[in-house]
């Protein structure tokens, strides 16, 4: 165990000594992170796909079926499978359309949280400013209260 | 100390007359430490209480003191522009070579005579056996006592808020005529005996003070269980240089709570966000919030021996202080703390103490020395005893 006294006339002047070495200088504000345009635009392109085919088809195109008796078949199969699983398909189609107006109300919302996110960043950084002027204004405080003998560094501002 | 010539004593006891220019102001440093004086004096003499307050001569009782008012209250002005006349006059040039040093006493005396006049009545009837003068600068008094008498031993409490005044040479004839002088701290003690010599017959009292045991167990609510500093910045009046000082505090240390106690209120500062509390008023209060505390920043402190300083140390909690206060005593002598000349001083300083190697060293070291000069009400009773020649050993000799 050592010596577990403290001098203070011994610690004021390593304190001293210690920042007579420092350097100060005030911190520049930050920078807008900006925001990548190319996912951006990706999410709008499956957006604008979700628009066009939302509408999936809910009964039997017969043109499709083809002609003779091969298309006869198909045709009553076609009609009789759309008619069995009609109510199923309506009920799809009205959820995917309120599925992509979700979506629609969910880019929305989206693009109004990054506005504000880009308004606090703004805010922040104003904030920062005026913090960086406020300390610099301070280091100027400091710098012009000298100590009286001499003994003393003073802040640096280089 | 010779003891005071005791053989014609009566039944009626010790009677010692305390002159002091203000009785009744007991918020200031000076005014509490002259009761503390007259209270250890009480428990060896009766001790009577002669001061120029009062609307009209007349006697009243205040605990175990009579209180002879006489009636011509000192006018704050008169005393004003004599500590200004006393501080300014003395300067680096040797004493002697003031000029007009007579004129000068004058001048700074003028009014300050009179309201002493009915005294030396006030003591023909008293007859005490010994008179203590509150205030190195109380000429009117010490004109009074020799009025009355040049034969009763007189003591002197200097009261040296001002360590300049203490050299002003018209002061000179108190200290002449005194048997003693009694000073409160090193600092006091050390100028008088620069100025007068008689190292034997100056003595330091210390004060009668204590830790609060009840201040440990909460800490107060508005700083809860956080690590804290705490900024004394609520002296007689809030100067600029206080106030920003204390703004500077929690600026620059944004990462630890800063409790800020000032004359209109008291704000807790967490990660640069401030909340308003009402001023701090209860001294339990204060007691708490110095025993909890990681250190104590006194921006302010007392003028004559920087009590709150003091019970800071008493508490264990080590001290930040001006550099030319009386607390750097507390501080330098007593190892309890640092001291700062300018801002960029004061932020290291509290850099050097949130250390964890020097914070509760300083802490430790600074309530030793606390308790050890300031902490014992007996030790002080002693100590003023003796001084004034008064001890139960001279008085039984």
Same mark, same amino acid.
């Given at each position: 165990?050592?010596?577990?006294?403290?001098?203070?006339?011994?610690?004021?002047?390593?304190?001293?000594?210690?920042?007579?070495?420092?350097?100060?200088?005030?911190?520049?504000?930050?920078?807008?992170?900006?925001?990548?345009?190319?996912?951006?635009?990706?999410?709008?392109?499956?957006?604008?796909?979700?628009?066009?085919?939302?509408?999936?088809? #809910?009964?039997?195109?017969?043109?499709?079926?083809?002609?003779?008796?091969?298309?006869?078949?198909?045709?009553?199969?076609?009609?009789?499978?759309?008619?069995?699983?009609?109510?199923?398909?309506?009920?799809?189609?009205?959820?995917?359309?309120?599925?992509?107006?979700?979506?629609?109300?969910?880019?929305?919302?989206? #693009?109004?949280?990054?506005?504000?996110?880009?308004?606090?960043?703004?805010?922040?950084? #104003?904030?920062?400013?005026?913090?960086?002027?406020?300390?610099?204004?301070?280091?100027?405080?400091?710098?012009?209260?000298?100590?009286? #003998?001499?003994?003393?560094?003073?802040?640096?501002?280089? | 100390?010779?003891?005071?010539?005791?053989?014609?004593?009566?039944?009626?006891?010790?009677?010692?007359?305390?002159?002091?220019?203000?009785?009744?102001?007991?918020?200031?440093?000076?005014?509490?430490?002259?009761?503390?004086?007259?209270?250890?004096?009480?428990?060896?003499?009766?001790?009577?209480?002669?001061?120029?307050?009062?609307?009209? %001569?007349?006697?009243?009782?205040?605990?175990?003191?009579?209180?002879?008012?006489?009636?011509?209250?000192?006018?704050?002005?008169?005393?004003?522009?004599?500590?200004?006349?006393?501080?300014?006059?003395?300067?680096?040039?040797?004493?002697?070579?003031?000029?007009?040093?007579? !004129?000068?006493?004058?001048?700074?005396?003028?009014?300050?005579?009179?309201?002493?006049?009915?005294?030396?009545?006030?003591?023909?009837?008293?007859?005490?056996?010994?008179?203590?003068?509150?205030?190195?600068?109380?000429?009117?008094?010490?004109?009074?006592?020799?009025?009355?008498?040049?034969?009763?031993?007189?003591?002197?409490?200097?009261?040296?808020?001002?360590?300049?005044?203490?050299?002003?040479?018209?002061?000179?004839?108190?200290?002449?005529?005194?048997?003693?002088?009694?000073?409160?701290?090193?600092?006091?003690?050390?100028?008088?005996?620069?100025?007068?010599?008689?190292?034997?017959?100056?003595?330091?009292?210390?004060?009668?003070? !204590?830790?609060? %045991?009840?201040?440990?167990?909460?800490?107060?609510?508005?700083?809860?269980?956080?690590?804290?500093?705490?900024?004394?910045?609520?002296?007689?009046?809030?100067?600029?240089?206080?106030?920003?000082?204390?703004?500077?505090?929690?600026?620059?240390?944004?990462?630890?709570?800063?409790?800020?106690?000032?004359?209109?209120?008291?704000?807790?500062?967490?990660?640069?966000?401030?909340?308003?509390?009402?001023?701090?008023?209860?001294?339990?209060?204060?007691?708490?919030?110095?025993?909890?505390?990681?250190?104590?920043?006194?921006?302010?402190?007392?003028?004559?021996?920087?009590?709150?300083?003091?019970?800071?140390?008493?508490?264990?909690?080590?001290?930040?202080?001006?550099?030319?206060?009386?607390?750097?005593?507390?501080?330098?002598?007593?190892?309890?703390?640092?001291?700062?000349?300018?801002?960029?001083?004061?932020?290291?300083?509290?850099?050097?103490?949130?250390?964890?190697?020097?914070?509760?060293?300083?802490?430790?070291?600074?309530?030793?020395?606390?308790?050890?000069?300031?902490?014992?009400?007996?030790?002080?009773?002693?100590?003023?005893?003796?001084?004034?020649?008064?001890?139960?050993?001279?008085?039984?000799?």
């Amino acid at each position: 165990v050592g010596d577990p006294t403290v001098d203070p006339e011994q610690l004021l002047e390593r304190l001293r000594e210690e920042h007579n070495t420092l350097r100060w200088g005030p911190l520049p504000p930050g920078q807008l992170r900006v925001i990548e345009e190319d996912s951006q635009s990706r999410n709008r392109r499956s957006l604008e796909y979700l628009h066009r085919h939302w509408a999936l088809p #809910d009964k039997f195109d017969p043109a499709s079926s083809g002609a003779g008796l091969r298309g006869k078949i198909i045709g009553v199969f076609g009609r009789l499978t759309f008619r069995v699983l009609g109510p199923y398909l309506r009920e799809e189609r009205e959820l995917l359309a309120h599925l992509v107006q979700a979506n629609q109300a969910l880019e929305q919302r989206c #693009d109004n949280l990054t506005v504000r996110c880009e308004e606090l960043s703004q805010d922040m950084i #104003d904030r920062q400013a005026a913090e960086a002027e406020n300390q610099a204004k301070l280091a100027v405080w400091l710098h012009l209260e000298a100590p009286e #003998d001499g003994g003393s560094p003073t802040s640096a501002s280089a | 100390m010779t003891a005071l010539p005791l053989n014609d004593l009566s039944a009626r006891g010790l009677v010692v007359a305390l002159l002091a220019p203000h009785w009744s102001r007991t918020n200031h440093e000076v005014g509490w430490i002259t009761r503390q004086v007259a209270g250890a004096l009480a428990c060896s003499a009766r001790v009577e209480v002669v001061s120029p307050e009062g609307a009209a %001569p007349g006697i009243t009782s205040d605990s175990v003191f009579s209180v002879h008012q006489l009636g011509s209250p000192i006018e704050p002005s008169a005393e004003l522009r004599r500590d200004l006349i006393a501080i300014g006059s003395v300067g680096d040039s040797p004493l002697d070579a003031l000029p007009s040093t007579t !004129a000068l006493g004058r001048l700074a005396n003028r009014d300050l005579i009179a309201p002493w006049s009915g005294a030396s009545g006030v003591l023909a009837t008293l007859s005490p056996d010994l008179i203590v003068i509150a205030g190195h600068q109380s000429v009117g008094a010490l004109a009074a006592v020799d009025d009355y008498s040049g034969e009763v031993p007189v003591v002197v409490l200097a009261q040296g808020s001002e360590l300049r005044s203490l050299a002003f040479p018209p002061f000179l004839p108190l200290f002449d005529r005194a048997r003693s002088v009694l000073t409160i701290t090193q600092a006091e003690r050390n100028a008088v005996i620069d100025g007068y010599g008689r190292p034997e017959s100056v003595y330091r009292l210390g004060a009668p003070l !204590a830790a609060n %045991p009840i201040a440990f167990s909460e800490p107060d609510s508005s700083v809860g269980h956080d690590d804290y500093l705490l900024v004394l910045a609520d002296g007689d009046i809030e100067d600029q240089e206080t106030s920003g000082l204390s703004q500077l505090v929690p600026s620059r240390f944004p990462g630890i709570t800063v409790a800020i106690t000032r004359p209109d209120t008291f704000c807790v500062w967490r990660r640069g966000r401030m909340t308003e509390h009402p001023p701090i008023e209860r001294s339990s209060d204060l007691a708490r919030l110095m025993a909890w505390a990681r250190a104590t920043v006194d921006l302010r402190p007392g003028r004559l021996f920087a009590r709150r300083s003091i019970e800071s140390l008493l508490y264990g909690t080590p001290i930040v202080v001006p550099h030319d206060s009386r607390a750097r005593e507390h501080a330098e002598r007593g190892r309890g703390g640092l001291w700062f000349a300018n801002p960029a001083e004061l932020t290291w300083c509290i850099e050097g103490l949130l250390d964890p190697a020097a914070g509760p060293t300083l802490g430790a070291q600074g309530r030793s020395y606390a308790e050890a000069e300031y902490g014992s009400t007996d030790r002080f009773i002693d100590r003023v005893l003796e001084a004034c020649g008064l001890s139960p050993a001279s008085v039984t000799a």
